[in-house]
């Protein structure tokens, strides 16, 4: 079946919840695998599996499955050769005291006869090797009492280490005004006693350690060093006695390797089968009438994705009288959602998982094609009718008798007149193949297309005029209306408009709508309301400068105290002109200024006005380095 129309109608969706009731990883990657079954013994098995599952989980409880994240591998290893660890060997022991209580579990149902509690009889407990795990095994390691050696061994290590506790305390009473505390440490395994630094010859025995500032050294006291090398050697015979026991543990893990890796597949099984009834009891949902006849009787169908509380359910039928069924109604109105319901609850019974609805009579198919959204890809460069195009023919290739085809918003996103001509063709070519097909539309002759044919029937999705709200309802034998000029009524759309919207829409027929509508052709204007504009960028006025013009050489009037002077440069961006007033220059606001004689009428073109302005000194130098560059000479600027 096609993974692509599975995705899109929330299949997997719904594998993704199967999942979270799953234990092993084994189950929940064989869920992640799961498609709709073309063999009807399989389904029919795998669909009571899934009533069993939930009859018994409604009447037992949940079943104790056990954990099994390492235990693969802990198989694998032992297998091998590989010593397991005490922690290892004890996991396995709770897994095999799990298989135990499913096995009890199971035999509660194998009493009232039901089939699935016989998949106990597959399973080993394995009571020997859980005995002795049991028996050597104890809080993460070699237990005292896995064997008489050990135990004497232990013993041994018990007594030696109260006499060298002993032995240190008596050497800590000893040398107690050479000690820094009063008390016995451990480092690095041995018995010390803390000695001052300078007092370290005083004491007996072998340093060990010392603080982190130096002052203090840790002395293992001479007569506590033979008691410790005798200690060693038993922790070494405790080290040697402990492993023997571990290999033969492993050892007996490794014998059961087949029995232990049926228990897993087994349990993976039903842990996998337990996940289908739980779900089944988590939806409410229903076992599914399957059939081969190739029709499809829904009651009160729930979409499992949509919370119980606001679901409006689905009440449909396919199959028998018709084979295509033709959707209209107004936008929103639940018509992709009832569309998308019947072909998950085929998916899903065909599956083997139960429904949510009161009844269901569902028949299986070789696929289900469909093609919902608008599927646009700008990486392909698809518009959305190209994509719907696209799709559309993919299917037909693929369509047989057995198929369920899910067509969402037949011939959209195209000029309406030949969109329609698209979607007549291809309900023509669905009703011509056999198969079973659901489809939804706007337009109105698409509607008509359902009256000449016996097997296609039109319905509709029930509208509330008042409330202006989608009631969620399917009606199967009438089409539906858009109602897009009733609610573009209710909302305030004006008369005249939407008169002209239904001359446009309905030609000579519009006069019923309008009666229906009870429109006139009243001057109704739209009241437009004030609304920010857009701010554009001005262009930049040109920078006046300030000041007026005056030129090198201008007699100009100083205010208010009439001095006369000679601009020397004309005004600055900040309006200031230099002025020489009897050889001494001085900036001035050009406001103060009054222009008296032009330079124009005063000199002649291209006069040196350096005579005026110039000291004799820069006047000569000028003139030398005129010349040649004389690095000895400056010219000074007077401001």
């Known amino acids: 079946m096609k993974n692509k129309s599975l995705t899109t109608l929330g299949y997997h969706q719904i594998l993704e919840q199967l999942k979270d009731y799953a234990f092993s990883a084994g189950a929940k990657e064989r869920i992640g695998r799961m498609l709709p079954l073309l063999s009807e013994l399989k389904l029919r098995k795998h669909i009571n599996d899934t009533s069993q599952a939930r009859g018994m989980v409604e009447t037992y409880g949940t079943p104790p499955l056990p954990a099994m994240d390492h235990m693969e591998e802990y198989i694998k290893k032992a297998a091998a050769g590989a010593l397991l660890l ?11 005291n799990s298989v135990a209580r499913l096995k009890i579990y199971l035999k509660k149902g194998e009493a009232e006869q039901i089939s699935l509690a016989f998949y106990n009889q597959n399973l080993e407990s394995l009571d020997d090797l859980k005995e002795e795990i049991r028996q050597c095994i104890r809080n993460g390691r070699v237990d005292d009492y896995a064997s008489p050696y050990l135990k004497d061994i232990r013993k041994q290590m018990l007594l030696l280490s109260e006499k060298i506790g002993e032995k240190a305390e008596k050497a800590l009473r000893a040398n107690k005004t050479y000690l820094s505390d009063a008390f016995v440490v451990k480092r690095n395994g041995r018995y010390c006693i803390p000695v001052r630094k300078k007092c370290r010859n005083m004491v007996l025995g072998s340093a060990v350690d010392q603080s982190s500032t ?20 038993y922790q070494i015979e405790e080290d040697s006695e402990e492993r023997r026991i571990l290999y033969s543990l492993t050892s007996l893990a490794a014998q059961n390797e087949e029995a232990l890796k049926e228990d897993i597949r087994v349990i993976e099984k039903l842990d996998f089968i337990f996940a289908k009834g739980r779900l089944s009891l988590e939806m409410n949902a229903v076992e599914p009438e399957i059939n081969t006849e190739h029709y499809i009787r829904l009651k009160k169908a729930r979409h499992p994705m949509l919370s119980g509380e606001t679901c409006v359910p689905l009440d449909f039928e396919i199959g028998r009288e018709n084979r295509g069924v033709i959707i209209t109604g107004p936008n929103t109105g639940g018509k992709t959602v009832a569309i998308k319901t019947v072909a998950l609850m085929s998916a899903m019974a065909c599956s083997g998982l139960h429904v949510p609805c009161e009844c269901a009579e569902l028949c299986m198919q070789n696929e289900i094609l469909c093609d919902i959204g608008d599927g646009q890809n700008i990486s392909d460069n698809l518009s959305t009718f190209s994509a719907h195009i696209k799709n559309v023919l993919e299917i037909l290739k693929r369509i047989q008798k057995d198929s369920l085809v899910i067509l969402d918003e037949l011939g959209s996103g195209t000029d309406p007149a030949e969109g329609m001509g698209i979607a007549v063709a291809i309900l023509e070519e669905l009703r011509n193949s056999g198969a079973l097909f659901l489809v939804t539309t706007h337009y109105p002759e698409v509607k008509e297309y359902a009256d000449r044919y016996p097997e296609v029937v039109n319905a509709r999705m029930e509208f509330d005029r008042e409330t202006l709200k989608p009631l969620y309802r399917l009606t199967v034998g009438e089409a539906g209306e858009s109602c897009a000029l009733y609610i573009a009524k209710r909302l305030g759309f004006p008369g005249r408009m939407l008169c002209e919207a239904a001359r446009e829409a309905y030609g000579e027929e519009c006069e019923n709508v309008l009666g229906t509508l009870q429109l006139s052709d009243r001057e109704e204007e739209i009241r437009r309301e004030k609304s920010p504009s857009i701010q554009k960028i001005q262009p930049k006025k040109e920078k006046r ?19 006369i002077g000679i601009v020397v440069k004309p005004s600055d961006e900040n309006g200031q002109v230099l002025v020489q007033i009897k050889k001494e220059k001085k900036l001035y606001s050009h406001k103060r200024l009054k222009l008296k004689v032009a330079a124009s009428k005063l000199y002649p073109e291209e006069y040196d006005f350096s005579i005026i302005f110039d000291s004799v000194e820069n006047r000569k130098a000028r003139h030398k380095m005129g010349k040649r560059y004389r690095d000895d000479l400056v010219i000074k600027s007077e401001e």
């Open 545 to 563: 400068e300030k000041g007026r013009k005056f030129v090198t050489g201008d007699s100009v009037t100083v205010l208010p105290d009439g001095q």
């Open 214 to 233: 130096g002052a203090t050294i840790f002395v293992e006291p001479a007569s506590v060093a033979g008691l410790r090398e005798e200690l060693e050697l």
């Open 86 to 96: 005490p922690e290892e060997l004890e996991e396995l022991c709770m897994f095999l």
